[in-house]
Structure formats: structure tokens, C-alpha cells
């Protein structure tokens, strides 16, 4: 779906859109309360004995979003305390090859086929990264094989009153693989068809790409609130608000699609917190679309007077032919003082809620891309990430690790958020420390 152009990406499109709904959105809402009383429970468990932790943020936010999106799109629900790998049989179990697949990507993208296979076959030395990465890639593609696998089952079957299966996103795939191509069937049907390799892909595509960025972007999100704590606090306030007494906390055996609607709608600044840290942090930095048509854009030209004051140029125009390749800075965008005033440089969630006076502006805001390509995942990352910092921000304070406490605050910003531009932005000293509420 990523990769494809025209007829094949709207078909694409057209079975898996569908799936990212409201009811849906209540699933991941409800999975993801579930993982993270999971992992507090691991947390709570390695507590020093002053009720703190230093958390691996990179890790274990990668292990919560494999989670959550591995149940709530595909119906695997894995608890994260079970590392006793699976019944699948295979040597290598499903987290660990998913984990390692997102690692490996770069690799195994600039590694062709044939030369794995050559290796195999003339015994040809590999580096180690290339062998573990051909190696997460192909369990992994057997665990994707077992999960299409069962809801094929699960689909045959036609017993609507077992909600075993309650993952849209797989369900849709699955249908639309197992559609038959026969002369009673609508074109409608026919023009939705996905093969074997079809579903495989997409599948891939969805499960890498979808728990990547959010962990990706929950660990900048968790830096920020430690370096911030006047902005913590007024989260705090905002849940504590909702749940008054920790202990009615919802968690995952409980809520329900109402609690959903209700708790998500009243995390208004937890939301802007999330936001204003996917602009100065979006997941993909840039984003190129070939050019279809002749098109002319408006333009402005930007520089600073003597004070530091913003001047704009009259407009201008830019001719983009038709097959050139058109390069969104989104970094650039999301930091444009045109849009967001002469502090985009700075870290401001209020920026993110509207007023009777001022309304954010929304198409400034290309975190999950905007028009006809825009993430169809946005809400679905959205209720996980807001659910996970709204349930740590209740039960936990986030303070900078003990080995930065004494370091200028310039400094622990700079070594905390501190990232390299890969397929994401990948944050390299993401560690905090996470000290229990009690009230």
C-alpha cells in the first residue's frame, strides 16, 4: 500500500480503510489499557526501594505497541509477561521476530534475495546483522503465515456469534483474499480481491510500520514530559480529574466502548501533549510523491530582521512539471513560524488546543500526512498513545535518569532527545525514570 501508485493502492485502500473505525478504535482503547497495567506491573515489580524505576523507553515502548497493535489488528493477544515464546512450533517465537524485523529493516531492504539465497546455498560468509535480519523476516513472515491462517478458519466458518476474532484489519484482509472470482459476484467485489502475496504484504506493511512509529514517537513524548514537568503536572491534574481515586484507574478487563468515547473526548491536554510533540517529532521526517499534472504552487520566501522578527516576501510562484518528484519537509512545515507563530522552535501543547479566538492549524500539521494518502491509522495511534501517557502520567511521576539530574537542562534535552534519520526518526537516549503516585 505504501509503495503503490493509482488502481492497486485504491483497491488496497478500499479493503483496509473500512477497518479503522469507531468500534475498532474502543478494541485499541481497550488493549491498550491492558498492556499498560501489564507493563506496570513488570515496572512495579524492579522499584527501588524510594518507589523508582529507570525505564528503557526505546524497549519497552517498542514491546507495548507490538503488543497493542498485534491485538487490537490482528487478534493475537499476547500478555506481556508471557516470554515463553508460542505454539507455533517455530524457532524463533513472534515478538522477538517482529522486534528484530524493525531493527534489521535497513539491511534487509539493501540486501537483495539472491544473495542471501547464494549464501545458503555456497556456504558464502554473511555479516551477522544480514543473517539475523534474513532470519527475523522469514519467522516472521511464518507467524504472519499461522495468523492469516486462522482467521481464513475463523472466516470459513461463518459463525458470526464467535467473537474470537475481533481484529477488523486482518478480518478485511482475509475476506477480501477469500472472495471468489465468479460471474455472480458484484465488480464491486471483484475489484477488492487480494491474493495470497497480497494479504502477506499489506499485513507486513501494516504490523512494521504501524507499532514502529508510535513507539518511536511515545518515546519522545515521555522525554518531553520529563524535561517538562510544569507541562507533566497539568496532566496530572487533567487525569486525576477523570480518575480521582487511582484506584478506579479502568484496565483492560473493564472498559468498554462507552468509557472509550467518554475518557478520550476529556484528555483534551494530554492530546495536545502528544500533538506538539508529533510536530517537532514526526515519525517520517519527509515524505516524496511523484508529480501527475503540470501543477503551480504559491510560495514565500522568510528571513529575520535585526530583532529576531519574522519577514515575509511577497508570494511567488514555483511550476512543478509533470514527473518530477515533489519532497515534503514535514520538519519544515511543522516548524514554520508562518503557521505557528515565532515559537515553533518551542515546545507548547497549548498550541494544540482551539479558543474562541484561535484555532490550530490543521493543515500545517502533516504528522500523518493529510489529503487522499493520509494515514488511515491516525485515530488508532492516537487512542494508544493518548491511553498510555494518560495512564502513566496518573500513576506515575517521569523524572530525567539519576546520571543527568545534576547536567544544565540544555543539556539533558539535548542528549534525552536525541535522534538519527532513518525510514523514522529514531531516538537514541530515550531513559527516564518512572517514581509511583500514591494519591
Not at 525514570?433 to 500514591?438: D, E, S
Request: overall charge negative.
Amino acid at each position: 500500500m505504501v509503495a503503490t501508485e493509482g488502481e492497486a493502492w485504491k483497491r488496497y485502500r478500499s479493503v483496509a480503510k473500512p477497518a479503522f473505525n469507531e468500534a475498532n478504535n474502543a478494541l485499541v482503547w481497550r488493549h491498550s489499557t491492558r498492556v499498560v497495567e501489564e507493563w506496570f506491573e513488570v515496572l512495579n515489580q524492579q522499584m527501588e526501594n524510594d518507589g523508582s524505576v529507570k525505564v528503557d523507553l526505546l524497549k519497552d515502548c517498542t514491546e507495548l505497541t507490538l503488543l497493542i497493535f498485534s491485538s487490537a489488528a490482528f487478534g493475537k493477544h499476547n500478555a506481556w509477561s508471557d516470554h515463553s515464546g508460542d505454539n507455533s512450533g517455530h524457532r524463533i517465537s513472534f515478538r522477538p521476530a517482529a522486534t528484530s524485523a524493525v531493527q534489521n529493516l535497513v539491511p534487509k531492504v539493501l540486501t537483495p534475495d539472491w544473495l542471501v539465497a547464494l549464501a545458503e546455498y555456497r556456504f558464502l560468509p554473511l555479516p551477522k546483522i544480514i543473517k539475523e535480519a534474513s532470519d527475523s523476516f522469514m519467522f516472521l513472515r511464518l507467524h504472519m503465515l499461522d495468523i492469516i491462517s486462522s482467521a481464513r478458519d475463523w472466516v470459513a466458518s461463518g459463525n458470526e456469534d464467535d467473537n474470537s476474532m475481533d481484529a477488523a484489519l486482518l478480518q478485511n484482509l482475509v475476506k477480501a483474499n477469500l472472495a471468489q472470482l465468479e460471474q455472480e459476484e458484484s465488480k464491486e467485489l471483484m475489484k477488492r480481491r487480494l491474493t495470497d502475496q497480497e494479504v502477506l504484504s499489506n499485513a507486513f506493511m501494516f504490523l512494521l510500520a504501524g507499532h514502529e512509529t508510535s513507539a518511536h514517537s511515545m518515546c519522545f513524548a515521555i522525554c518531553l514530559m520529563a524535561l517538562y514537568p510544569e507541562v507533566q503536572e497539568k496532566m496530572y491534574r487533567e487525569t486525576k480529574e477523570l480518575w480521582p481515586d487511582i484506584k478506579d484507574v479502568p484496565t483492560g478487563e473493564t472498559v468498554n466502548a462507552a468509557e472509550y468515547k467518554d475518557d478520550m473526548s476529556k484528555l483534551e491536554y494530554v492530546t495536545a501533549v502528544f500533538r506538539e510533540n508529533l510536530r517537532l517529532f514526526p515519525p517520517v521526517p519527509r515524505l516524496s510523491s511523484p508529480v501527475r499534472a503540470d501543477t503551480t504552487l504559491t510560495s514565500r520566501l522568510l528571513s529575520t530582521d535585526s530583532k529576531g522578527h519574522i519577514i515575509k516576501t511577497a508570494p511567488s510562484q514555483v511550476n512543478l512539471p509533470a514527473g518530477s518528484l515533489a519532497v515534503i519537509d514535514i520538519i519544515g512545515v511543522h516548524k514554520n513560524p508562518i503557521c505557528w507563530g515565532e515559537d515553533a522552535e518551542e515546545f507548547n501543547p497549548e498550541r494544540f488546543i482551539d479558543t474562541e479566538s484561535y484555532t490550530w492549524p490543521r493543515d500545517a500539521f502533516l504528522a500523518f500526512s493529510a489529503g487522499l494518502r493520509g494515514c488511515m491509522g491516525e485515530r488508532f495511534a492516537m487512542v494508544e498513545s493518548v491511553c498510555t501517557l494518560a495512564h502513566i502520567t496518573r500513576k506515575y511521576k517521569v523524572t530525567v535518569p539519576e546520571d543527568l539530574v545534576k547536567k544544565p537542562w540544555a543539556e539533558q534535552k539535548k542528549i534525552l532527545l536525541h535522534w538519527t534519520p532513518m525510514l523514522t526518526l529514531i531516538p537514541h537516549n530515550a531513559s527516564v525514570c518512572f517514581t509511583k503516585r500514591h494519591d
